[in-house]
């Protein structure tokens, strides 16, 4: 299940949050918080992160919106460095990891990448985003992938395939496709989810 920005902003501000909350916040305060109008709009958001299985169900028995713990030995997933959304640039391995929620993973193993420039910003992929990838060595049209150009760079792109041209897409109505023959194009992952820090 993908988040929609919406969600994924309560979801963040429930994370980074909890440890100053002395005791988890109600659908008001968390209205006051994030400078929401509609306490029934927060309703139907935390009721999507309840089915994505992020937020514990909200019942009488306690107070306030909890977040579904997180196993403390639960493994995270390897960073891999930086992507350009933008012009290419190397992503280089780093000996890091990060804690994912399950329901931005996909089927495969994955891997995550910081995303550096603003090729992407229509998508809502911004620059200083975290992108989680599946990885993957073939794609369908139209899915947003990690590709690698002449064995050399990586970027983050929206592929589209064709028999003698592979085009990579931007997200960014000043930016212009990139255009490659297939021999030049190895696809080494697919978008699952995005993490964004505030």
């Known amino acids: 299940m993908k988040l929609t920005r919406r969600q994924q902003q309560i979801y963040d ?34 009721q ?11 019942d009488r028995s ?14 995270g997933i390897p960073l ?4 350009a959304a933008g012009r290419p640039i190397e992503a280089v391995p780093q000996a890091e990891t990060m804690q994912v929620p399950e329901v931005l993973l996909g089927k495969g193993a994955c891997y995550v990448l910081k995303v550096s420039g603003d090729s992407m910003i229509d998508e809502g992929i911004l620059d ?17 992938v990690v590709a690698l150009i002449g064995n050399e760079e990586v970027t983050l792109k929206r592929i589209e395939q064709h028999p003698g041209q592979v085009i990579l897409h931007p997200a960014n109505a000043a930016m212009e496709p990139m255009r490659y023959s297939p021999d030049e194009v190895r696809i080494q992952g697919v978008l699952k989810g995005l993490l964004r820090r505030y």
Request: hydrophobic share 35%.
């Open 13 to 46: 501000y429930l994370a980074q949050n909890a440890e100053h909350f002395e005791h988890p916040p109600t659908l008001d305060e968390l209205c006051r918080a994030l400078g929401l109008r509609s306490r029934g709009s927060l309703h139907k958001h935390i």
């Open 48 to 58: 999507a992160l309840v089915e994505a299985g992020l937020v514990e169900p909200m």
């Open 62 to 75: 306690h107070r306030g919106i909890r977040l579904v713990p997180q196993g403390p030995d639960e493994p």
């Open 80 to 83: 891999l460095g930086t992507i």
């Open 128 to 144: 200083g985003d975290y992108v989680v990838i599946e990885q993957r060595d073939s794609a369908r049209n139209g899915e947003i």
